[in-house]
């Protein structure tokens, strides 16, 4: 190991500084968000089966909820807008902007050069949990996807119902591209519903039993048309392992509710990032 400088404390007692504040980001009209899902209904209803992913659509304005049913389970999603598989959510910077677990009020953005709400969640039943004492908390944007390229690294063996392999499918499915050709278009997820956190003495990603239970639910605010994947979990409640036929498995249902004509007045959809992308080369 490297010997440390005379002044290692001094460099260690450093402050830290949020790197973007949340009062520099502009706020959603949360009570115009709520008034509205007040008077919405339900317009359709898509089950996912465990082990498996399914996609939806939602137009923009009209409000998704992911409920948990029969049993614990988490579940992987993915976002893209409806127009173009090339706009998609950013795990990433949605973690830079709201830390590391999201819920009501957080925003889901999408991808450069777009860099644009995509989502306002709108509700969170298990925003009760808060932060536990071993750090974990509830919905994570850290964590990747189960993918069984990390599995075949790890394990040498073949699992097919990783949740990568879970939205791929399901993206084929809904848009008739080649498997191989969606592939490249799945991306980090929303983890919905999973408890995670990162261990004190290591900072490695921990996972623990998610506290949801049947009825719990996630609900966000469509910002621009999206295309939904969402796959639930082989890891089931990502109490025990993942990658594997061993958990008990539950489906989910990512629910589509329509708010009454006028209820979101005033509301635009937001337009896609306005920097110039000329990245400094013609100046
Ligand atoms: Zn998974």
């Avoid at 402050?15 to 899902?37: F, K, W």
């Amino acid at each position: 190991m490297t010997d440390a400088p005379p002044d290692a404390e001094a460099r260690r007692a450093a402050a830290p500084v949020i790197c973007y504040p949340d009062d520099t980001l502009p706020p959603p009209d949360m009570a115009l968000y709520q008034r509205a899902r007040e008077d919405m209904w339900l317009v359709d209803s898509v089950t996912v089966p465990p082990r498996e992913a399914r996609c939806f659509r939602a137009a923009a304005g009209q409000v998704v909820r992911i409920v948990s049913t029969e049993g614990p389970q988490v579940g992987d999603l993915n976002l893209w807008s409806a127009s173009t598989l090339a706009e998609r959510f950013y795990s990433g910077k949605t973690r830079a902007l709201h830390g590391s677990h999201v819920t009501t009020g957080d925003r889901l953005w999408s991808c450069f050069p777009y860099l644009r709400p995509m989502a306002t969640l709108t509700a969170d039943t298990l925003d009760w949990y808060g932060i536990d004492p071993h750090g974990g908390a509830v919905h994570d944007v850290i964590g990747t996807r189960c993918d069984p390229y990390t599995h075949r690294l790890l394990s040498g063996d073949a699992y097919h119902h990783c949740c990568h392999s879970n939205l791929t499918r399901a993206l084929a499915d809904e848009t008739g591209l080649p498997l191989h050709e969606v592939e490249a278009h799945v991306h980090d997820v929303l983890n919905v519903f999973m408890c995670t956190g990162f261990t004190p003495d290591t900072q490695q990603y921990f996972m623990k039993a998610s506290p949801v239970r049947p009825g719990d639910y996630l609900e966000f605010l469509s910002e621009i048309d999206l295309l939904g994947a969402l796959s639930a979990c082989p890891g089931g409640d990502c109490g025990s392992e993942h990658s594997s036929d061993a958990a008990a498995c539950h489906p989910l249902i990512a629910e589509i509710y329509q708010p009454a004509s006028g209820a979101l007045e005033g509301w635009v959809s937001p337009m896609p990032n306005g920097y110039d992308r000329s990245h400094g080369a013609f100046v």
